[in-house]
């Protein structure tokens, strides 16, 4: 494959993942724990390397993992104890991201661990980057990334769709009938994170923020329907990537970036447009009633 494919394949990959992932996360009206995650998992992934002494994919997967976690219950404690619930998430992802920073800069200066590396990406690098087997070339280390990590979320929400579903639109009848709603948010957030680390070295995480949220943001408006939510913004991302990459090479700009502004754009059209949701729509009710 040529460098062009092996990006716009990575791209589609991180995109799609996130934007399936994001759905959930507004539905519950969480979109911004998206971010705290995206910022506090880097705590969790300098740790990771300073036990392992190795930036190994699955190391990182874990130590983000683990972080996610830590991230969701401190929010979740917060809030339970009186805090808003923004002013939990930008308290402890700022806090625990400070702390990332601080390890990076007093144990992490020797090493390629630093916060460009970490938080901005660059996804014109990724065909250089390959996962080599027993001294076979199986291709980019960040389209095995992401795609192991996209086909996990897949699977975990595929299997458990009633539950992830319930929990999302109504958790206190989620919890009268006997679903572990607490369990479910839990797993939600370890795939969130995991995604989001793994999601680093390709579009960076504060990019990644972007395709958390707009993508399936877009899809709400589309439609009110979750399975028809969960495709569009699979979709939505998938397009995202490939207008995204030929927008920066007609700009010769940051390619991530340039993803991210069609990510916007498409949303914007969606919010004006969509036939349910739109402001047209909207406005060409009003008339019609006004009329009437």
């Known amino acids: 494959m040529s460098d062009t494919a092996w990006i716009l394949l ?8 996130c934007g399936f992932l994001g759905c959930f996360l507004i539905l519950r009206r ?18 990771a390397f300073l036990i392992a002494h190795s930036m190994d994919g699955v190391v990182m997967l874990i130590g983000a993992a683990l972080l996610g976690l ?5 929010v979740q404690t917060l ?24 390890l990076v800069s007093v144990f992490a200066q020797d090493v390629h661990l630093d916060l460009e590396h970490v938080l901005y990406g660059e996804i014109a690098y990724v065909p250089w980057n390959t996962l080599t087997v027993g001294g076979m070339d199986l291709g980019p280390r960040a389209v095995w990334m992401a795609g192991g990590t996209f086909l996990l979320s897949l699977m975990v929400v595929g299997l458990f769709y009633k539950e992830f ?5 109504d958790p206190a009848m989620a919890s009268a009938i006997g679903i572990p709603v607490v369990l479910i948010h839990y797993v939600m957030m370890v795939l969130v994170s995991m995604t989001t680390v793994a999601s680093f070295e390709s579009v960076g995480a504060i990019l990644v923020v972007a395709m958390l949220v707009a993508p399936g943001a877009t899809a709400y408006l589309l439609t009110d329907r979750l399975g028809l939510m969960l495709g569009f913004s699979v979709v939505i991302g998938v397009l995202c990537a490939f207008l995204g990459y030929y927008l920066a090479v007609l700009l010769d700009a940051s390619i991530a970036g340039s993803m991210s ?8 059209l969606a919010f004006v447009l969509s036939p349910t949701h739109g402001l047209m729509s909207r406005w060409l009710a009003r008339r019609q009633l006004g009329g009437s």
């Not at 830590?70 to 401190?74: E, G, P, R, V, Y």
């Open 10 to 17: 990575t791209g589609s990959l991180v995109a799609a993942s």
């Open 79 to 102: 809030n339970q104890g009186g805090v808003q619930s923004d002013a939990a998430i930008g308290v402890t992802f700022t806090a625990l991201f400070a702390i990332g920073v601080v």
């Open 70 to 74: 830590l991230t969701t219950f401190f």
């Open 261 to 268: 502004t069609v990510a916007g754009v498409l949303f914007t």
């Open 30 to 47: 969480l979109a911004m724990l998206g971010d705290a995650i995206s910022h506090a998992v880097l705590p969790g992934i300098v740790l």
């Open 165 to 169: 579903k319930i929990c999302s639109f």
